[in-house]
């Protein structure tokens, strides 16, 4: 997996050759529209009064593939919520050269608020990720054995061997670690499709052209691969880095809480007569939005939003996106 997605020449990530949206292998939130992007931004905004409206509030995507989402998010703070657009900087975790060039030439009217990293360094706001996890290379382990690929007679197939270790998704947890040792103040919200401990399958997925293929030696380094996040364990690792689990929750709730609350405070109105400055635009085309985001049968069950947070008080008022939640160790069975 690892070698199929990040290969520096070959892998379907590294190289360039990942196509997200109606054109490409699948879709994410983010190929859905800029209505994504906007209800995050709500999101980040409220984290940033909770802060207490700091200059320097930093937003860090990783993940951020073409840069769309953050064009999303840049444009909407600063049309709607111009104070915060002012108070914040984003910065993008991103180790490909390729994804680089293109993040910044869809990103260049925000350049002076955009900057480029290769690994996190700390930061006061919020980390946000979007299908991040699940491309997190793993190890196909189910009791006690390990599947591992090997290449005989020009093909390539799986071989099995008893292991002892059962830590399946290193990578997502050494990622989990990556951000507890940097965020100094604020919350981490990932979103990902995947399951708590109890209902967790370690299915590997395999997408290309919108079709979900039968193995992951079909379409080598121009498929794309995942496996479904074990939110528990996820969970897990962000306590024993000293990490508050703020709010734990599917897609659904997550984005009819932030829509509930638009309008409320300092958020301007979710349909304003002025456009320029409503946050839920009322198109048709955005009410359409609004409906594959949150439809259960759409994206609203299948994704889930994990939220960590440190030197914030999360206990006494939950981020909109959690006010519908279920109380959030409970639902990860921790
Ligand atoms: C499934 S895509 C999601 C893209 C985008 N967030 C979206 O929702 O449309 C996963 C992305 O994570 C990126 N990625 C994987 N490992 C990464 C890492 N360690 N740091 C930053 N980005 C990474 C990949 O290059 C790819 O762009």
């Known amino acids: 997996m690892e070698q199929v997605l990040y290969h ?4 379907y990530y590294s190289s360039g050759k990942c196509v997200i949206g109606r054109k490409g292998d699948y879709f ?3 190929s859905v529209g800029p209505l994504f992007g906007r209800l995050m931004l709500a999101q980040f905004a409220e984290i940033w009064e909770e802060l207490g409206r700091i200059n320097d509030f930093v937003i860090v995507e990783q993940g951020a593939h073409d840069g769309q989402f953050a064009r999303d998010v840049l444009q909407c703070a600063q049309e709607c919520r111009p104070e915060f657009f002012e108070a914040a900087r984003y910065r993008i975790i991103e180790p490909f050269p390729v994804w680089r060039e293109c993040q910044s030439r869809r990103l260049e009217a925000f350049r002076h608020k955009v900057e ?13 990720s979007n299908e991040l996890l699940d491309a997190m290379p793993v190890r196909l382990i189910s009791a006690g054995v390990e599947k591992l690929v090997d290449f005989q007679s020009d093909k390539f197939l799986f071989l099995e061997r008893p292991v002892s270790i059962s830590a399946f998704n290193q990578a997502a947890l050494d990622c989990v670690d990556n951000v507890a040792a940097n965020l100094r ?3 981490m919200i990932t979103i990902d499709y995947g399951n708590s401990a109890a209902e967790f399958h370690g299915i590997v997925q395999v997408r290309a052209g919108h079709r979900h293929l039968d193995s992951p030696f079909e379409q080598i380094g121009y498929a794309d691969i995942t496996m479904q996040v074990d939110w528990t364990s996820i969970a897990r690792r962000a306590e024993a880095n000293g990490l508050r689990i703020a709010g734990f929750t599917d897609q659904h709730h997550f984005l009819t809480g932030i829509v509930s609350e638009l309008g409320k405070g300092g958020s301007p109105e979710p349909c304003t007569r002025d456009r320029s400055r409503a ?4 198109s048709q085309k955005s009410k359409r939005a609004l409906q ?3 439809h259960p049968e759409m994206l609203g069950r299948a994704f889930q939003v994990l939220s960590l947070a440190r030197n914030v008080d999360c206990a006494a008022q939950p981020l909109s996106g959690f006010k519908f939640a279920r109380e959030p160790r409970a639902a990860l069975r921790l």
């Open 8 to 11: 520096p020449e070959h892998g």
């Open 28 to 30: 994410t939130n983010v």
């Open 116 to 128: 480029w990293r290769n690994s996190l360094e700390p930061f006061v706001g919020v980390h946000f």
């Open 185 to 187: 103040r604020g919350y």
């Open 279 to 282: 946050l839920l635009p009322d």
């Open 292 to 294: 594959t985001l949150l």
